[in-house]
């Protein structure tokens, strides 16, 4: 154990330091280091051919993204959500003075269950907001029936899906808007970072105002919007990222399979799927440790960390149980019985491009061995 280097659930992919002087020396040259600069506007064309979407308008953060989001399409009043996923879904809601109402998900993709989403609508609904959790796309068509039906918003927490495609394209083309993140922990990293992409030139402008405070020109504030620009050193570090993205999503889509092949049919532990998407991302590595394995997720989760292994329990807790979300009706258990068991039985298994597959067997020896 002694001189086993610690794996984590994820490190974030670093190009060769080399290539990025090069995008340095720009920006020390033209001395523009924020503000919709030259970098950035590469960056929302370069990301609109790869991601194959219209208009993207690049964030500081994703959270930022969500809460501008919300802002950009003035959702007023309950927002129906997940309680599986990380925290900042359900915060940005709270940031609007939106009352967050929780509906369960369904037990193969852990996703927002759409079977659930009529039953939470009341006549203060205005939006929904789903998250492709892990990556793996949420039931489009059916979340956007009931959006059509009751006249709701859509916009997709989409921090995990960058470069998801399914039937008809890109998953992040569907709902009113969707939020990336490019987060250091994310496939695509710019350090911090974020993006919505956008269906129209309208919309992405008012965005694009919103993130700079509500400027519209230099004398004229159409909207209290707030600071969410990303800088040139982020954008810069995207493009250059980008043309690495080949070979991040192949070497993750070979440890998901490895994974997969070594685990499945491994009693009592069940890798999350999906049959939504046509290109994956393989974000995250989610198993669900049942009752017949033999040990609980906890003593797993803590056996792994003992060697070495920094495994995490996301999403656990859910979020309708942090103080600030348990005392609202729709976060009582017996309303979210799929998504509290999730919770229990969650663990996400190392994957990142520079992992060994003599790790990635070190965590499944681990797994099988059982004791
Ligand atoms: N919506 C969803 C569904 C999200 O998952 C997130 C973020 C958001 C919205 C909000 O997007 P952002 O505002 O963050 O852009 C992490 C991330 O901080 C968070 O971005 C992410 N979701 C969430 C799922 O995970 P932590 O607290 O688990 O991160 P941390 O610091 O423990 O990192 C995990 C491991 O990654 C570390 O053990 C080591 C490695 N790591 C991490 C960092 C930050 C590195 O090797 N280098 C690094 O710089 O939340």
């Not at 990025?20 to 370069?46: C, D, M, R, S, V």
């Not at 995990?160 to 009113?176: E, I, T």
């Not at 440790?289 to 997720?297: L, T």
């Not at 009706?329 to 520079?354: D, F, H, M, T």
Request: glycine share 6%; hydrophobic share 40%.
């Amino acid at each position: 154990m002694d001189n086993i280097q610690p794996i984590f659930v994820t490190q974030p992919y670093l190009p060769p330091l080399e290539e990025f002087t090069p995008y340095l020396e720009h920006i020390w040259k033209n001395k523009i280091l924020t503000n919709g600069g030259p970098f950035h506007q590469q960056l929302e064309q370069a990301l609109c051919e790869y991601l194959g979407v219209e208009y993207v308008a690049l964030f500081s953060n994703g959270t930022l993204a969500l809460i501008t989001a919300l802002q950009a399409l003035r959702v007023a009043g309950e927002v129906i959500t997940t309680p599986y996923s990380f925290v900042a879904t359900a915060h940005s809601l709270l940031w609007h003075g939106n009352k967050p109402v929780f509906v369960d998900v369904e037990p193969q993709t852990l996703n927002m269950d759409p079977a659930k989403i009529e039953a939470a609508i009341t006549p203060k609904t205005t939006a929904i907001m789903p998250v492709h959790c892990y990556g793996n796309p949420c039931d489009v068509d059916a979340i956007q029936k009931i959006a059509d039906n009751y006249n709701l918003r859509v916009i997709y927490d989409a921090a995990h899906a960058f470069g998801v495609q399914c039937q008809r394209g890109s998953v992040l083309n569907y709902g009113d808007l969707s939020i990336l993140s490019f987060h250091a922990t994310k496939v695509f990293n710019t350090f911090e970072g974020g993006a919505i992409i956008c269906p129209d030139a309208k919309t992405k402008r008012r965005i694009d105002h919103l993130k700079n405070f509500g400027f519209v020109d230099e004398i004229t504030v159409a909207a209290p919007g707030i600071n969410a620009k990303m800088s040139e050193i982020n954008a810069a570090f995207g493009l250059l990222q980008l043309k690495h993205m080949p070979y991040v999503m192949e070497r993750r889509a070979e440890i998901d399979s490895h994974y997969r092949r070594r685990l499945c049919g491994v009693r009592g532990i069940r890798c999350v799927s999906s049959s939504g998407q046509i290109v994956a991302n393989h974000s995250y590595f989610p198993i669900l440790v049942e009752s017949d394995y033999s040990m609980c997720r906890d003593e797993l989760y803590q056996k792994l960390k003992d060697n070495g292994i920094n495994a995490r329990r996301y999403f656990y807790p859910l979020i309708s149980d942090f103080p600030m979300y348990r005392g609202l009706p729709s976060a009582v258990r017996s309303n979210l019985p799929v998504a509290a068991k999730a919770a229990e039985q969650v663990l996400c298994l190392p994957i990142y491009p520079s992992l060994s597959d003599e790790a990635v067997e070190r965590v499944i020896n681990l797994i099988i061995e059982r004791t």
